[in-house]
């Protein structure tokens, strides 16, 4: 049975489905790569009129485009649920956060500043501009099908930057949704170019990575995938963003809130069933409140006890759900952690909680920095001192104190160490798809009599 008579009857607007690549404004079906080379061309003479256009103008387009998909946003999480398997609230929430890129963004267009620097040549006057990078060429993942390409596609815009997306192979048909909105808000043809790719994918990147027309490739996805596109893109020294792998510590001190920790780490732990990348990895309790956080941790199954007794069903954890289908895991909680655990080094991307019990605040921090990545980490602690001695030692991009959600397209998202670099979101996302250009002017001299 075709994939279209699953999902179509489900949508509220069919013409949002659609299965084939969006290039130059129309969906089209790939032939043997061409499609994907045109793409490429067809953003680059795109650009030439796109970069001209006033920021304002693009600030309206985004913004239409923002409340296009806020006005589809039931079939566009019907489409998450439907392809990527999360669970409708889930999905609906990660379309609110999917357009609240192209909002912020329509906002930030219109405010890329430069600067006037005081020169240290006399006569010289000093003034920089921003400029658009170019073709970008931007890849992401599947865990959000639709708030990662829009956290790249909204800045690109903003910045008057036209882009080939490889959406990717799991989970297209949100992204190419996506793409139908942006044809009704008038972006312009050929701006916004969309590639599906299942089996030529490290084909695709590496043209991406490769072609001299592409000026900037923003990658989210695996540490790994992320270090061969950095190796691909230096033949062309192209400007890179990679938002990489997390392995988040959260760390429970003994003056903290444990209710709200306890809420804090069942948010972060399991947010999209563990599989984001700033989801909590390892769960750091200090030796005072460890068996009563453990305790604590424990509540969650009790409210489903409840709910069991009241016609729910679910099963205790660790251990698959089979009778569900092989990608069906419970919500588990392991104790009793040591740091040569695999989970200790490794993003688990999974609904499983590991507790650790640690002594002093030098060594849980000591314990967290071990990762090789540092993307995401969290505490919760109630002295204020503290707060800012451990937030400054974590060696993470993000740290949330006494909250497990930290997620904001206002707030800056990025990595450091294995992680990657590049900030997304933010008064800061814009700057990773401009370029500063800076301009002298001589002779500058003294009022003349
Ligand atoms: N830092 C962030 O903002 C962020 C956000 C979401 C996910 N992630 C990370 O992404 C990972 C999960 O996603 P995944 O399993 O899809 O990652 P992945 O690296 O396997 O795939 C990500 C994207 O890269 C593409 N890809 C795979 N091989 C490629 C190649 N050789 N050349 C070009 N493209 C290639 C995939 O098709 C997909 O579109 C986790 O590690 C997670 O932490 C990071
Ligand atoms: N969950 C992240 C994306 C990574 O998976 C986010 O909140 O932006």
């Known amino acids: ?50 970069r001209k256009t006033l920021p304002r103008e693009r600030a309206r387009m985004l913004r239409k485009w923002y409340e296009l998909i806020m006005e589809n946003q039931e079939d566009l999480a019907t489409l ?55 073709v970008c060429g931007l890849i992401t993942p599947w865990n959000f099908p639709a708030a990662m390409i829009t956290r790249k596609i909204g800045p690109a815009l903003a910045a008057g930057c036209t882009v080939v997306a490889k959406a990717p192979g799991e989970t297209p048909l949100t ?46 996805g695996s540490t ?3 270090k061969l596109l950095m190796q691909q893109c230096s033949s062309t020294l192209k400007k890179l963003s ?7 510590p959260f760390i429970v001190f003994d003056d903290a809130d444990l209710d709200k920790a306890v809420a804090g780490a069942i948010i972060s732990k399991f947010r999209s069933s563990g599989q984001t990348c700033v989801c909590t990895n390892r769960i750091y309790v200090q030796d005072a409140v460890y068996s009563e956080f453990q305790r604590e941790s424990f509540k969650f199954q009790t409210h489903v006890e409840d709910a069991l007794k009241k016609g729910a069903t679910v099963l205790t954890g660790g251990k698959g759900l089979g009778h569900l289908g092989p990608n069906f895991y419970e919500p588990t909680v392991i104790t009793n952690m040591t740091s040569d655990m695999r989970i200790h080094r490794e993003e688990t991307f999974g609904p499983v909680a590991a507790l650790f019990r ?31 001695r451990v937030a400054e030692a974590l060696e ?26 590049g900030r997304e979101g933010s008064k ?18 003294d009022l003349q009599e």
């Not at 814009?430 to 500058?444: Q, R």
């Open 1 to 50: 049975m075709p994939l279209s008579s699953h999902i179509v009857p489900k949508l509220k607007d069919p013409s949002l489905f659609h299965e084939a690549a969006f290039i130059n404004g129309q969906f089209v079906k790939a032939k043997d790569g061409k499609t994907f080379d045109d793409s490429i061309n067809i953003a680059r003479d795109a650009l030439k009129s796109f």
């Open 80 to 134: 998450i649920t439907r392809e990527n398997g999360k669970p409708l609230a889930d999905a609906r929430s990660e379309v609110a956060y999917a357009a609240a890129f192209f909002e912020w963004f329509s906002e930030e267009a219109p405010r890329i500043y430069g600067d006037s620097i005081p020169a240290s040549v006399r006569g010289n006057r000093v003034v920089t501009v921003k400029q658009p990078v170019g």
């Open 175 to 220: 992204s190419l949704a996506i793409a139908e909105l942006a044809s009704r808000a008038g972006i312009p043809k050929g701006v916004v170019n969309i590639v599906t790719a299942l089996k030529n994918t490290p084909e695709i990147g590496r043209e991406l990575c490769t072609n001299p027309i592409i000026k900037k490739v923003s990658f989210t």
């Open 224 to 226: 790994s995938v992320g």
């Open 242 to 248: 990679l938002e990489l792998g997390g392995n988040a």
């Open 358 to 388: 640690f002594k002093s605040e030098k060594e849980v921090v000591n314990l967290a920095n071990e990762a090789e990545v540092g993307l995401a980490g969290y505490f919760f602690s109630s002295d204020i001192a503290r707060i800012w």
């Open 396 to 421: 993470v991009g993000m740290v949330g104190v006494n909250t497990g959600l930290i997620s904001d397209a206002a707030s800056p998202f990025g990595g450091v160490k294995e992680s990657g670099f």
């Open 428 to 445: 800061y996302g814009i700057d990773e798809y401009t370029i500063i250009k800076s301009i002298t002017f001589g002779g500058v001299d």
